[in-house]
């Protein structure tokens, strides 16, 4: 792993809301920071009413992490554009992110309740 990223277990519980609507709940979540950048919230998929992501062809690369897919929210008030993403096959280093979905915090709340 880059030495200026580190991933823990996130304590307590996370929950992440779109258009009115929570979409999951985890207890399981991992917090990744990465430099000087905010802490990122990954919730495990199976923590996630994946039924409201639909995929989108968005990718994104990072030299640390590898490629990201991303996803929009498909939400009662429309779609929230590729608000979600995860890597699939993420970097060694950072394997503890695999199965693991992150959302942006200017599109979506996520918070610890």
């Not at 968005?58 to 009662?76: D, Q």
Request: glycine share 8%; hydrophobic share 40%; net charge negative.
């Amino acid at each position: 792993m880059a030495d200026h990223i580190q991933i823990r277990p996130a304590t307590g519980t996370w929950v992440v809301r779109a258009g009115g609507a929570v979409l999951g709940e985890s207890q399981n979540a991992l917090e990744l920071t990465e430099g000087d950048y905010p802490a990122v919230i990954y919730f495990p998929r199976s923590d996630i009413a994946m039924a409201f992501l639909e995929p989108s062809e968005t990718t994104s690369s990072c030299p640390h992490k590898g490629t990201a897919s991303y996803f929009s929210i498909v939400a009662k008030s429309g779609p929230i554009a590729d608000a979600v993403w995860s890597y699939a096959d993420p970097a060694k280093g950072v394997a503890e992110i695999k199965e693991h979905l992150a959302f942006y915090s200017n599109k979506v709340t996520v918070e610890q309740v």
